[in-house]
């Protein structure tokens, strides 16, 4: 009799463990689907840039919604075009995806790529990065012959004029008289006081301003 028995047993355990591995199967493959909707919402959010080269734009709904609510960007010809510094910023924060043809970049592909262009853009990044998220707008000032424009906290370009003109080096960089002097006049000719970002080896900011009289 016992020897009867004991196969019945065994069958009955090869079917538990089969029961057991469907369930498996079945909570693995739904939590793969929703992971998928998961990220769907996720990229319906996200804006949608392209790298040209040398510019980055987005003609879409999003990238206008931003730019009125945060300024990142800058309007025109129907389309945001953005910064080196700004795109990186958004795509670190996964708001903005930014595609080169057929080619979709992550944050680390993209600075690599815009090395070829601004070999510096480290630097600024980790300035623009830094003063965002103390919660300035910044924006370029090629204009003026500067780096950046900072605004004050509350202030909006097109709004209000910018307090700051932004310089960013690193701490390792020789900066001599003659290049400070230059800096100073530049903002003592647009009326803005002038900011120095230091960047140090581990990529934190320290601050030094300037500020002009007027006579």
Not at 86 to 102: N, R, S, V
Not at 123 to 136: E, H, I, L, N, S
Not at 150 to 166: C, F, N, S, T
Request: charged content about 40%; hydrophobic content about 30%; glycine content about 6%.
């Amino acid at each position: 009799m016992p020897k009867t028995k004991k196969p019945k047993e065994k069958k009955r355990k090869k079917k538990i463990t089969k029961t057991v591995k469907k369930d498996k199967v079945k909570r693995i493959v739904k939590k793969t689907k929703e992971n998928k909707k998961q990220g769907k919402k996720e990229d319906k959010g996200k804006i949608k840039a392209i790298f040209t080269g040398e510019t980055i734009y987005s003609n879409k709904k999003e990238a206008f919604s931003l730019y009125e609510k945060s300024r990142f960007g800058e309007k025109k010809e129907g389309k945001i075009f953005y910064s080196f510094p700004e795109a990186l910023y958004l795509l670190e924060k996964k708001k903005i995806e930014i595609t080169e043809g057929k080619k979709k970049f992550t944050f680390d592909k993209f600075i690599e790529e815009l090395k070829e262009y601004d070999r510096k853009i480290q630097t600024r990044y980790a300035v623009f990065k830094d003063m965002r998220q103390r919660g300035y707008i910044v924006k370029t000032a090629l204009k003026f012959g500067a780096e950046f424009r900072v605004y004050d906290k509350g202030k909006k370009p097109g709004q209000e004029h910018a307090r700051w003109i932004l310089y960013p080096v690193r701490e390792s960089d020789i900066l001599t008289w003659h290049e400070f002097a230059a800096k100073n006049r530049v903002a003592h000719s647009t009326r803005k006081n002038l900011l120095i970002g230091i960047v140090d080896e581990e990529n934190d900011v320290t601050y030094y301003e300037i500020s002009w009289i007027k006579p």
